[in-house]
């Protein structure tokens, strides 16, 4: 398993702009799954990309992946108040111990 | 379909004392790993099990400890506490054949 690293760490927006938070991890995956933490609380998975995928869109969101720049970017759309949470990636290389970064904290002001 | 469960969800001992902590996953899951989260170190992988057998550890000592019941239920135990055991444990579920974990909303562990 590895480490993703999220970057920025802490990202303040309006309620309807986009949000953009990126991931970077060091080798080879399977798989990178985005997830997103309120405050103390369990994670729940919002996405999950495969290394042989480019792009997925869930909703209003919409994930990246380019395995050439070992990086991935995940694009909230018209974001919500309720948007407010720690967003973390989680690269997986098949042994089912996912690592996490410490995460973008994302606020946005309504 | 019911979530992941974990009890307790607040719990509050002292150093030297011991801990174990409760993890039933979604139905259909067997396999189940365990997470730390602090604020310093972050999320950390603990241990995974699958079909009552540990599978996949992290790097934790030996206090650190877990089993799998038949049922696919999962108790983590943390033997003679100290004050960085302090953070939240999270337990994480995923059918056989497939990637995505599915978290339990955590028990918060704060040792005195």
């Known amino acids: 398993s590895q480490q993703g690293e999220e970057d920025p760490q802490a990202l303040s927006i309006q309620e309807g702009e986009n949000a953009t938070m990126n991931c970077s991890y060091k080798?080879?995956?399977?798989?990178l799954q985005w997830y997103r933490q309120n405050s103390g609380r369990g994670l729940v998975h919002l996405i999950l990309i495969r290394s042989n995928e480019r792009e997925k869109h869930s909703g209003r969101l919409r994930v990246t992946l380019d395995t050439s720049k070992k990086s991935s970017s995940l694009l909230i759309t018209a974001s919500r108040a309720a948007d407010t949470a720690s967003y973390f990636c989680a690269p997986e290389t098949g042994r089912r111990a996912l690592t996490f970064g410490s995460g973008t904290r994302l606020q946005v002001q309504p | 379909k019911a979530g992941v469960t974990q009890t307790p969800r607040y719990l509050i001992k002292t150093r030297g004392q011991q801990v174990t902590l409760s993890c039933s996953p979604i139905?259909?899951?067997?396999?189940v790993s365990w997470y730390q989260q602090t604020p310093g170190q972050g999320l950390q992988f603990l241990f995974e099990?699958?079909?009552?057998?540990?599978?996949n550890k992290g790097n934790f000592p030996g206090r650190f400890s877990g089993r799998q019941f038949s049922n696919s239920r999962s108790e983590m135990n943390v033997s003679t506490l100290e004050l960085g055991d302090s953070a939240l444990y999270l337990c994480?579920?995923?059918?056989?054949?497939?990637?995505?974990?599915?978290f339990g909303p955590g028990t918060r562990l704060t040792v005195l």
């Open positions: 080798t080879s995956i399977n798989n």
């Open positions: 099990y699958f079909s009552e057998t540990q599978r």
């Open positions: 994480a579920s995923t059918l056989p054949s497939a990637d995505t974990q599915y």
């Open positions: 139905s259909g899951h067997r396999s």
